[in-house]
């Protein structure tokens, strides 16, 4: 039900735009977020956007780099990815969260459904 893309490897400093179709899902009634996962270490939280996108948070590792945004028309929400740095290597996963988890939207468990994953890599 959820469809990322725009991955790849870059170098150090450039940026991508991440994007993420939902399918079978009603779009504009869950907030969607983006997380992160590199080898070894935990899944983590890096941005996520209201229903509506009149609000978006980041974690603090990417806030000012990096801007989620979202097409309720086109049931798309994007992550566009700048001045990258090796550090932000990881799988990135779009994920949807339903109202009544709203105030779990830094943790995974505030998210039903989820995408399957597009690499970033970065080199220095």
């Known amino acids: 039900q959820l469809q990322a893309s725009g991955g790849g490897w870059v170098q150090a400093g450039d940026s991508l735009r991440l994007s993420c179709a939902a399918s079978?899902?009603?779009?504009?009634?869950?907030?969607m977020g983006w997380f992160r996962q590199a080898p070894g270490k935990e899944r983590e939280f890096v941005a996520h956007?209201?229903?509506?996108?009149?609000?978006?948070d980041y974690a603090n590792s990417v806030r000012g780099r990096f801007i989620i945004s979202r097409d309720n028309p086109k049931n798309t929400v994007y992550l566009q990815v700048r001045r990258l740095k090796p550090e932000d290597t990881a799988v990135y996963y779009c994920?949807?969260?339903?109202?009544?988890?709203?105030?779990?939207?830094?943790?995974?468990?505030?998210?039903?459904?989820w995408g399957q994953g597009t690499q970033v890599t970065v080199s220095s």
């Open positions: 994920a949807a969260a339903p109202a009544t988890k709203v105030v779990l939207f830094r943790t995974p468990d505030g998210y039903d459904y």
């Open positions: 079978r899902l009603t779009f504009s009634n869950y907030g």
């Open positions: 956007i209201t229903r509506t996108g009149d609000i978006t």
